[in-house]
Every structure is written in structure tokens, then in C-alpha cells.
Nanobody
């Protein structure tokens, strides 16, 4: 079970921090990815964190602006989003798949999804 939090409305250039809390399983054994979906667009992978190895990837569109991190104590994965742009506006979802699959896996293969949190970047 995954629960996201931290979305909201922010001005261009601002920051938000999303959190994805896992219950019932340890995130150390899973790959956790953040996806986003804007109206009329495909769901795209934004960033990914691989289990206890903490290997991570970022989409080109967010490199240098977003940072993914994990907390063993809280069993939570965070996505720090800085220098936000209007194009970042979307519903953001976190998803889990066993860590052996790594990153870059199609969304349809992920086993668990959060409910989504809206991020709106607008002046």
C-alpha cells in the first residue's frame, strides 16, 4: 500500500516535496518510481529509486531540478522538486515493483500504486 502526499499549487520557480509512504512492506526490497500524467498525455516516469542500493534515475526533463531520496526509518521515498515550471503540472503517482527489476520498467508492470497527488505550477 502506497500513500502520496505533498502536492499543491506553486508559482514557477518554486519548490515542492512529494512523499510516498509504504505500509506492509519494506521499500528496501522494491524499486519505487514517480510517474506523472498531465491531461491528454501519456503517463511518464519522472524518477526512480532502486531498493537498498539507492541507485536512481531521472527523466531528462527534470534532471538537475528534481532529487529522489529514501528513508529507511520512515519507509518513505521523497521527491524534492525545485525550479518548477508550468510544464511540471500533472498528477504525480508513486509505484512499486520488486527491486530486481530496476528502473525504466513500463508502468503496466508496477505492482502497487498510490492514489496520486496534484501538482500545479502557475502564476
Amino acid at each position: 500500500h502506497l500513500v502520496e502526499s505533498g502536492g499543491g499549487l506553486v508559482q514557477p520557480g518554486g519548490s515542492l516535496r512529494l512523499s510516498c509512504a509504504g505500509t506492509g512492506f519494506s521499500l528496501d526490497y522494491y524499486t519505487i518510481a514517480w510517474f506523472r500524467q498531465a491531461p491528454g498525455s501519456e503517463r511518464e516516469e519522472v524518477s526512480c529509486l532502486i531498493g537498498s542500493t539507492r541507485g536512481r534515475t531521472y527523466a531528462d526533463s527534470v534532471k538537475g531540478r528534481f532529487t529522489i531520496s529514501g528513508s529507511n526509518v520512515q519507509n518513505t521515498v521523497h521527491l524534492q522538486m525545485d525550479s518548477l515550471k508550468p510544464d511540471d503540472t500533472a498528477v504525480y503517482f508513486c509505484a512499486a515493483i520488486p527491486a530486481g527489476y530496476g528502473c525504466g520498467v513500463e508502468a503496466k508492470w508496477y505492482e502497487a500504486w498510490g492514489q496520486g497527488t496534484q501538482v500545479t505550477v502557475s502564476s
